[in-house]
């Protein structure tokens, strides 16, 4: 039962990379490697999503990516992953994010198909956690609409060797409100970090895939 | 009093800020929801580019979430929203 539960949160996710809205171009000219934010140019707890996501194009439903037009990831056959740090989080004394935290490079590590293929020159993939809210029962409840909804943004940087700047950023954020009486925050949480696993994943090694095969 | 002028310009901003092709922004209705599975079916990461843009255009701050996610419920409600921060 859990297995059938997980292929169909996979299939829905994936489903979900095609989106909605119509189509989107790819935004004209692409910004350098200095012109972007990297998750280093923030201090511990000072996320800020607006200065990230500068530059950035939409990859799939709720991911943004980024890719330096210079960047040879096909030539990598393999990935080394680090994270998820959880330093950008901002701080909320009433919330222990780390279980949320662990499930997301749970989910991650197992649907990253790239790290198990033939070794060779390796790509550094940095993830974080950046924001993990459970939101509000209350609000959800008694306000409705969007309010108290329970919300996660993940990021993944790929760096390639002796470079400082990343190669190839991804930002996936997703929330959710549903639920009766408001739902639950924790299983809403989870369910967020495990559907954007799937979906960075994906992106990333379709982003990989691409510079292999030139399309 | 509906600023036409006004959303007339936010539909097109909403589709040059979000790359949306072959895609007539009088085609968005001006009380048509921007996100969930009815109208447009914007998502979160359309809504944090929207603010961006719109930060940037109107020289106004969003500071809260949920106060964003009130102004984004249609093009009416962020012209009415962007009128009042101006005011």
């Known amino acids: ?215 | 009093m509906v600023d036409r002028a006004l959303i007339d310009e936010l539909k097109q901003l909403v589709v040059t800020a979000l790359r949306i092709e072959d895609f007539d922004p009088q085609e968005i209705k001006d009380d048509e929801p921007l996100f969930g599975d009815e109208g447009l079916g914007l998502d979160s990461v359309d809504a944090l580019e929207l603010v961006v843009h719109i930060e940037q255009q109107y020289g106004i701050q969003i500071e809260d979430e949920e106060v964003g996610r009130q102004a984004f419920a249609s093009i009416a409600a962020l012209a009415a929203f962007i009128t009042a921060k101006q005011a």
């Open chain 1, 1 to 215: 039962m859990k297995n059938i539960l997980y292929v169909l949160l996979i299939m829905s996710a994936v489903l979900a990379l095609n989106g909605c809205g119509g189509s989107r171009s790819d935004g004209g000219a692409v910004l350098a490697p200095g012109q972007v934010a990297k998750l280093s140019d923030f201090s511990a707890n000072q996320f800020d999503h607006k200065v990230y996501i500068r530059g950035m194009t939409k990859a799939a439903r709720n991911t943004l990516f980024w890719q330096d037009p210079n960047a040879q990831l096909g030539e990598y056959q393999s990935v080394h992953v680090e994270g998820p740090s959880d330093q950008y989080l901002p701080v909320n004394p009433n919330f222990v994010h780390e279980p949320y935290v662990k499930g997301f490079a749970g989910s991650f590590n197992a649907n990253l198909d790239l790290k198990l293929k033939a070794t060779g020159k390796t790509l550094l993939v940095k993830t974080a956690v950046v924001e993990c809210n459970p939101g509000s029962r209350a609000a959800r409840y008694w306000v409705g609409m969007g309010a108290g909804k329970a919300v996660a943004t993940v990021v993944v940087e790929v760096y390639e060797p002796g470079k400082d700047n990343p190669s190839l950023k991804i930002y996936g954020r997703d929330s959710a409100s549903a639920g009766g009486f408001g739902g639950d925050s924790m299983a809403m949480i989870n369910h967020i970090m495990q559907v954007m696993a799937v979906r960075v994943t994906t992106v990333l090694e379709e982003r990989i895939d691409i510079a292999k095969t030139g399309r």
